[in-house]
C-alpha cells in the first residue's frame, strides 16, 4: 500500500525518558514533516524537511531532533519527556514542498502519553 | 502570519440535510488549500484539495469552493449521513512554501 506509516501508534511513557517516533512514506514525495496535535485538536507545523534538509523548524524546543537519513523517512527523537509533550503526533508527506497537485498525505498518527 | 477559521466549531443535523462548512485565511497567497477529514482518535483523510487558480473541486457528494481573494472556502457535503460525522479540516499551502496552516476544525455530527 503506498502510504505514510508511522510507528508506534500509541507510546506511554514517563517523565524524562527518551523516545522516538519513527515516519516512512513510500509516495516518493520530497518533503517529509512533524505536525502537533494538542490536546484541543489544534494541529500545527513542528518540522519540514526538502530532500533531507530542513526547512522549517517552527520554535520547537530543542528536546526534539528530527532526523532525516533518506527522503523517504523522517524519525522524531524526543528526549528529557515533559508532560506537555503529550499530543498526537503526525508525520506527512507532500511533492514540491506542497505545491503539488495531490497535496499533503499524512500518517495515523502517534499518540504520546507521558505520565 | 497565515490564520485560518473555520466556522462553526461545531455543526449537528438530521440525517438528509445538506452540511455547509465554512473556512476563512488571512493571507491570499496559497498554493492550494486542502479540506481533510478526522475520526475520533485517527489520522487524517484528504477529501479535495483546490489549487489556488480553480474556483472548486468536486467529489461525489462533496463541492468545495475558493474565493482566494476573499480569503474563503467552503466545504458542502450533499444529503448528509451519519457516517459523515467527524471533524472536518481546512488548511491551507503558503506561497511562503513548506507547510500547512490548519484552522481548528468543525466538529460534525449527523443524527439519524
Given at each position: ?51 533531507k534538509e530542513l ?11 528530527p532526523k532525516s537519513p533518506d ?45 | ?112
Open positions: 500500500d503506498t502510504a505514510v506509516s508511522q510507528t508506534p501508534k500509541y507510546l506511554v511513557t514517563q517523565m524524562g525518558n527518551d523516545k522516538s517516533i519513527k515516519c516512512e512514506q513510500n509516495l516518493g514525495h520530497d518533503t517529509m514533516y512533524w505536525y502537533k496535535q494538542d490536546s484541543k485538536k489544534f494541529l500545527k507545523i513542528m518540522f519540514s524537511y526538502n530532500n526547512i522549517i523548524n517552527e520554535t520547537v524546543p530543542n528536546r526534539f531532533s527522503k523517504a523517512h523522517l524519525n522524531l527523537h524526543i528526549n528529557s519527556l515533559e508532560l506537555g509533550d503529550s499530543a498526537v503526533y503526525f508525520c506527512a508527506s507532500s511533492q514540491d514542498q506542497g505545491t503539488g497537485s495531490n497535496g499533503y498525505t499524512f500518517g495515523s498518527g502517534t499518540r504520546l502519553t507521558v505520565v | 502570519k497565515q490564520e485560518v477559521t473555520q466556522i462553526p466549531a461545531a455543526l449537528s443535523v438530521p440525517e438528509g440535510e445538506n452540511l455547509v462548512l465554512n473556512c476563512s485565511f488571512t493571507d491570499s497567497a496559497i498554493y492550494n488549500l486542502q479540506w481533510f477529514r478526522q475520526d475520533p482518535g485517527k489520522g487524517l483523510t484528504s477529501l479535495l484539495l483546490i489549487q489556488s487558480s480553480q474556483r472548486e473541486q468536486t467529489s461525489g457528494r462533496l463541492n468545495a469552493s475558493l474565493d482566494k481573494s476573499s480569503g474563503r472556502s467552503t466545504l458542502y457535503i450533499a444529503a448528509s449521513q451519519p457516517g459523515d460525522s467527524a471533524t472536518y479540516l481546512c488548511a491551507v499551502a503558503e506561497a511562503a512554501g513548506n507547510k500547512l496552516t490548519f484552522g481548528g476544525g468543525t466538529r460534525v455530527l449527523v443524527k439519524p
